[in-house]
């Protein structure tokens, strides 16, 4: 059960686009399409923002969009806003039918 | 609104035994799966345990497994987690959050706000 693999931080200016990548395995990213994306800012719980590699949630911008290839999944966020400041974790459902979270991306807007 | 509150957190000497609990409310509790997943402070996140709508299926982390033991009262609306054998590495905020299936597998849409176990003689 490791850790999905994340970049530690990634950061943008306002208006560009920026891609989180999240690299498993076939026992998880590349096993099923059931990877998810979550928001959290400091001293909050985590929020849903991307489930099945790329469907949003009700409520959730379109600005953020998911997708995957192969054992990598990938979170994009277009038109970055200083409010998109946040830690954005991956998780994925696994073949031994656990899951698993990313290590965690800083997103930090320039 | 989907409310979840946890409780049952605090201080515990490595090798004894807490119980958290998580209250659930505005939603038909018993028709989604649950999950807890714990934080360390200032590190990421981890997937603990999972609990089907009915029990069926049970999984755990194998940091935990053979130590926590996950439940529900569907009649209570309620989550639980027996955790036994504490250890330092077990501190954390842990968090119940809510799946969009029943079966699991579709992605945390609801979280409480955690609460936090410490583990220290």
């Known amino acids: 059960q490791s850790a999905l693999t994340q970049p530690a931080s990634v950061s943008g200016s306002p208006g560009q686009s920026i891609t989180i990548s999240c690299t498993g395995s076939?026992?998880?990213?590349?096993?099923?399409?059931?990877v998810s994306w979550y928001q959290q800012y400091p001293g909050e719980a985590p929020k849903l923002i991307i489930y099945?590699?790329?469907r949003r949630p009700s409520g959730v911008s379109h600005r953020f969009s998911g997708s995957k290839s192969g054992n990598t999944a990938s979170l994009t966020i277009s038109g970055l806003q200083a409010a998109d400041e946040a830690d954005y974790y991956c998780?994925?459902?696994?073949?031994?039918?656990?899951?698993?979270f990313g290590t965690g991306t800083k997103v930090t807007v320039l | 609104e989907v409310q979840l509150v946890e409780s049952g957190g605090g201080l515990v000497q490595p090798g004894r035994s807490l119980r958290l609990s998580c209250a659930a409310s505005?939603?038909?509790?018993?028709?989604?799966?649950m999950h807890w997943v714990r934080q360390a402070p200032g590190k990421g996140l981890e997937w603990v345990s999972s609990?089907?709508?009915?029990?069926?299926?049970?999984a755990y982390a194998d940091s935990v497994k053979g130590r926590f033991t996950i439940s529900r009262d569907n009649a209570k609306n309620s989550l639980y987690l027996q955790m036994n054998s504490l250890r330092r590495e077990d501190l954390g905020l842990y968090y119940c959050?809510?799946?969009?299936?029943?079966?699991?597998?579709?992605?945390?849409?609801?979280w409480g706000q955690g609460t936090l176990v410490a583990v220290s003689s």
């Open positions: 959050a809510k799946d969009r299936f029943y079966y699991g597998s579709g992605g945390f849409d609801s």
């Open positions: 505005g939603f038909t509790f018993d028709d989604y799966a």
């Open positions: 609990i089907t709508w009915q029990s069926g299926s049970i």
């Open positions: 076939s026992s998880d990213v590349g096993g099923y399409d059931y």
């Open positions: 099945d590699v790329s």
């Open positions: 998780s994925s459902y696994t073949t031994s039918s656990t899951y698993v």
